[in-house]
Structure formats: C-alpha cells, structure tokens
C-alpha cells in the first residue's frame, strides 16, 4: 500500500489501537537467543517514526497509539542500539514544501532526543553509536527518504549532513531531479541524470551512504557502479521470493555484496508474501467507495488530517487480515545471505511506516523472535549478531573511510 494512501485514517480511527507488544518475551524464545540478542549491537535502519513526532504530537515515552509501533519501551525491549529516522515527504509536496518538510521532522527528532536524553543521543558515526551503546542510550540518525527535499541543488547534501543525515535515498515512488524510482511508468532518465551522478560523488565525498531501496533497477546498478563508497539498501527483501517492484533482483543483490554494502530486510508482509499483498489489494478494492468517500469528506481539512486519516483505515484492513508467518521473514533474510553472503544483510524494518509485519512480529520488542528463527535455522550467533546490526556498522564505517580518503568532513 502506498504510503500517502497509508497516511489517511488517523483521525476516522483515532480510537482505534493497534497491535501492543507482549509485556514479556515469547516463551517460543529460549535463553540461549536472548543471550546472543542481547550481546548484539541492534541496529534498524529504517523507521518511519518522525512523522507521528511531528504530526501527531507522539512522544516517544508515550504507550503506542493508533497503530504505532515504535516508542522507547519497544526499543529497550528489543535491546535496539541505533536507529535511522527517516525524513519523508509526499512526493506532491513542491520542492520548497519536501524541504520545510525534512526540516521540520528533523527538528521533532531532536525535541525527542533532547526530551529523553538518559534514553536516546544523536549520533554521526560508527564510533558515536557504539559509544552510545556503551552509555546504555539509543543512538539516534536521520536518514532521507525522496530527493525532492534537495530542492535539484547537490549543495544541499551538506547542509542535510550537517542536520545529521547520514543515507539518502534519492527518490521516493517517484521520479526526481537525481533518478528514475522504482513505478512501473516510463522513465524520465533511465536511470539516474547527470545531477543524480554528481549527488552520489557529493554523498561519498560528505560521508552520506546511497539508499537503493525505492529506486528503480537501472538507477540502483548505475548508482552502485558511479559510488565509491558501500550502498545501502536500507528496506528491501528479495525478489525471488515476492515478485514486488520495491525488492530486489539477485543480480542486485549481488551486485550490492560486490560493492560491499548491504541489504536491510523490511518486516512490511506485502513484500514478503505476494499472497498476502494479492489479499490486501482485494480488501482495498472492496473498500474502495469508503475510502473515497473519507477523502472527500477531507478536502477542506488540514493536510495532517487528509495525510493521516486514510492512514488508519488501510492500516486496519490490513491487520484484518491474515498474516503471513514469522517464517516467510526469515526465508528472505535465508535467501539474501545465499546470494550475498551474510556480510551483507541487516534489517530495515520499516517500522511505522504504514507496514504489517508477520505474525509475531508486532514491534522493535519482538526482535529476539527473528534472533531465535535464526538461530533455529542453524546460524552462528556470530553471524545473527552481523546481520542484526554487525554489518551495518562495519559499512558506515567504510563510508566514513571513504569520505576521508577525497577529502570530506567523515571523522
């Protein structure tokens, strides 16, 4: 489901509530997998939270609401490290508006961080989140979601770097200034433009990572072929198992395990499973004349309210149906370490970000449930502690030897 789409029944459902995470950990998970998920340094590298910050006032020392399924208690119980917020912007916003945009969900990161700060820090590097996991505390990054917010200026990469930004992904489902997204439409560059190519020089020489994951297949091999740096897919599964225009072919993958970057497997069941993502079109065309009658009642209300209000009514159908189970998770992270390699997978979970996870997956605090699939399948602790967070740590730092080696502000 698209996520503007995913945006719209905040306030139709406002007393709806969304799944809550167990107070305690499964008893499916035993000792031993607690042990190695707790000894590993959980890094997600994608959640959509900012936008429930600004828009929906949410604290994160708050319970989880209306479908939320990020807060500090599910963080602390999944024994999560660091974490990318991400700034979103519909794409329909104009440049100026993507950028105010940014800036503003930036800004509710930090009154997060600085509301929280025995929980939570702002961290730029590698050597900052584990400093941060040392001091018992949440490392905090800012990732960005659409080129738009760049406003066609490669100049705007330092100020987005100095904000903390530290991977761009340089469309959303649509296409920019930079690149062709991944839309089943014609291309407007095939691939990514000449502005795009010099982003990505900028990006290695700032010390930002690329983001592959809403690009299309031609602008992701041109941009792992131009950057000098390891990319980032940061929430994408495997094509081979779900035929979704948002996974990745192998050859992708591949290529991504050549350059020496990774792939952050997403949690959302519509790419994981084509037949839950088959019942979730049905359900939505079936619903149809609701959902447009909500967006009608809405035209004259604030955008907050016509962004968010459709958002609960698919989150609630979605949720209504029957989930896929924790194993199709763990069969995509199986298959990108087949083809990859375990060097290159983490997770990117996508977490409030208008998905539906498998069932048992429900939030952050549920992490150690993939920790013990994984550990059931026969991985090595060594290896489940890299793709939980191991990897991503080794690539950030990569990126940051790589800025120094041309010049760039990377510590």
Same mark, same amino acid.
């Given at each position: ?104 969900? $930036?800004? %509710? ?7 929280? @700060? *025995?929980? +939570? =820090?702002? #961290?730029?590097? &590698? ?110 599964? $495997?094509? %081979? ?7 990745? @072919? *192998?050859? +992708? =993958?591949? #290529?991504?395990? &050549? ?112 920790? %013990? ?7 090595? @602790? *060594? ?29």
């Amino acid at each position: 489901m698209s996520r503007i789409s995913c945006l719209l029944a905040m306030t139709l459902c406002a007393a709806c509530s969304g799944p809550r995470a167990p107070t305690t950990l499964s008893p499916r998970v035993p000792a031993s997998a607690e042990e190695v998920h707790r000894d590993a340094l959980v890094v997600d590298l994608h959640l959509d939270t900012p936008q429930r910050l600004l828009d929906r006032h949410f604290d994160l020392g708050e319970p989880l609401r209306d479908f939320g399924q990020v807060n500090l208690e599910t963080l602390r119980r999944g024994n999560v490290g660091a974490v990318f917020f991400v700034l979103w912007h519909a794409p329909e916003l104009p440049e100026s508006g993507a950028h105010a945009r940014a800036l503003a969900l $930036a800004e %509710a990161v930090r009154a997060q961080v600085a509301r929280h @700060p *025995d929980a +939570l =820090v702002l #961290a730029e590097s &590698a050597d900052e989140i584990v400093a941060a996991r040392r001091a018992g505390k949440i490392a905090v990054l800012l990732g960005l979601e659409g080129g738009e917010a760049l406003r066609g200026d490669v100049g705007e990469l330092s100020r987005m770097h100095a904000l903390g930004v530290r991977y761009v992904g340089l469309t959303w489902n649509a296409h920019t200034a930079f690149a062709d997204a991944g839309k089943p439409d014609t291309p407007r560059h095939g691939g990514l433009s000449a502005l795009g190519r010099a982003a990505i020089a900028e990006m290695n020489r700032l010390g930002i990572a690329v983001d592959l994951s809403h690009l299309s297949d031609a602008s992701a091999a041109q941009a792992i072929a131009v950057s000098k740096a390891p990319v980032l897919a940061t929430h994408s599964c $495997a094509r %081979a198992l779900a035929d979704h225009r948002r996974n990745l @072919p *192998d050859d +992708l =993958v591949r #290529a991504v395990a &050549a350059n020496g970057g990774v792939v952050g497997v997403n949690f959302h069941s519509a790419f994981l499973d084509a037949a839950y993502a088959a019942r979730v079109a049905a359900a939505e065309k079936a619903h149809a004349p609701e959902l447009e009658a909500l967006t009608r009642s809405l035209e004259n209300a604030d955008l907050a309210t016509r962004m968010w209000s459709p958002f609960l009514f698919e989150m609630r159908l979605g949720y209504e149906l029957p989930r896929p189970p924790l194993s199709v998770l763990v069969d995509h992270v199986e298959h990108l370490v087949e083809v990859a390699g375990v060097d290159h997978v983490a997770i990117g979970t996508d977490f409030d970000g208008g998905i539906v996870p498998p069932a048992g997956i429900d939030s952050p605090a549920d992490l150690p449930e993939l920790t %013990a699939a994984l550990l059931d399948r026969g991985h090595s @602790p *060594d290896d489940v502690r890299k793709i939980l967070g191991g990897n991503f740590l080794r690539v950030l730092r990569d990126v940051e030897r790589v800025s120094r080696e041309l010049g760039g502000s990377a510590r």
